[in-house]
């Protein structure tokens, strides 16, 4: 879950800076204020893939100082060496380049994938999944996380979030242009505004590929394991957290309107169809 709120933070700082440099463009006249509809749509596309693609290229740098992750480099003790061999064993069943494994100081469950390139991506697992889980829960876990990467999942996403970003900044600026003094603050306004709403499509995106990497884990390791690890999760998971509630266990904790950015199924859910295989 990391992964994506991450991603997405990153994303809407991205927008906010995009939103900065197509007033500045339009100051210097290289963006008429009056430009038509597709050349328009031609400069948002280029701030809003491109802002997508900035987020997913420095995702591993953002991920490992947002979390203070720390790169195994050479095993020193019997825990890393197997978080090692694990994630080894993994990639090469999945047919993918070792990805650089991490632990992160964090007392609740929690671990994420990240990277550009599933052959140079990062797996990272909290100190407190290490605790709290049993070793055959967390490997089914670290085999969640690779599945992650072998479907492509941080790629597809950065995909449909360049598209959506496109049309916010699109829409943000055609509304915004009715407008005569303030129209900048408007404009980023607007953005943020539509920035949260693609931030639901994107979740939406999120909770369905959460059933794939699931399944992933369950064929790496077994069904019961994967549904072991969820149900230990399901159980931890009135217990109070040290983390924002965004960032606890996996998915966001909410109800109402906050369901809809959630990027994680409910748990139930999910061992449910890990239990039917």
């Known amino acids: 879950m990391l992964r994506v709120v991450l991603y997405l933070a990153t994303n809407m700082a991205v927008l906010m800076m995009a939103a900065v440099a197509m007033a500045v463009l339009t100051a210097l006249g ?26 997913l290229a420095i995702s591993k740098w953002v991920a490992k100082r947002a979390t203070g992750a720390q790169v195994i480099e050479k095993p020193t003790s019997d825990i890393e060496r197997w978080l090692v ?6 990639a090469r069943q999945a047919g993918i380049g070792m990805p650089e494994v991490a632990v992160f100081n964090s ?28 070793k055959e829960e967390v490997e089914a876990v670290l085999g969640h996380e690779v599945a992650h990467i072998v479907n492509g999942d941080m ?16 829409i943000a600026r055609v509304i915004a242009s009715q407008f005569g003094r303030g129209r900048l ?39 019961g394991a994967m549904a072991a690890a969820l149900d230990r ?25 906050l369901k809809l950015l959630s990027t994680h199924p409910p748990l139930e859910e999910r061992i449910a169809r890990l239990r039917a295989r």
């Not at 290289?30 to 987020?55: E, K, M, N, R, T």
């Not at 950065?158 to 699109?170: A, H, M, P, Y």
Request: charged fraction near 15%; proline fraction near 5%; aromatic fraction near 12%.
């Open 30 to 55: 290289i963006i008429p204020p009056d430009a038509p509809y597709v050349q328009l749509l031609i400069w948002c596309a280029l701030f809003g893939f491109g802002g997508s693609f900035l987020s």
């Open 233 to 257: 999760l399901r159980a931890l998971k009135e217990a109070p957290s040290q983390l924002p509630d965004n960032l606890a266990a996996f998915g966001i904790r909410g109800k109402g309107m």
């Open 107 to 134: 007392p609740d469950p929690n671990a994420f994938a990240t990277g550009m390139f599933r052959n140079k991506a990062l797996v990272a697992v909290s100190t407190g999944l290490l605790q709290l889980m049993k």
């Open 155 to 170: 790629v597809t996403l950065t995909l449909i979030q360049g598209v959506l970003n496109t049309f916010v900044i699109f």
């Open 85 to 90: 061999d694990t994630v080894q064993r993994q």
């Open 185 to 223: 603050l408007v404009y980023i306004a607007l953005q943020m505004a539509f920035g949260v709403l693609a931030s639901i499509v994107v979740a939406w995106f999120s909770r369905r590929r959460e059933f794939r990497a699931d399944a992933g884990g369950a064929e790496f390791e077994s069904a």
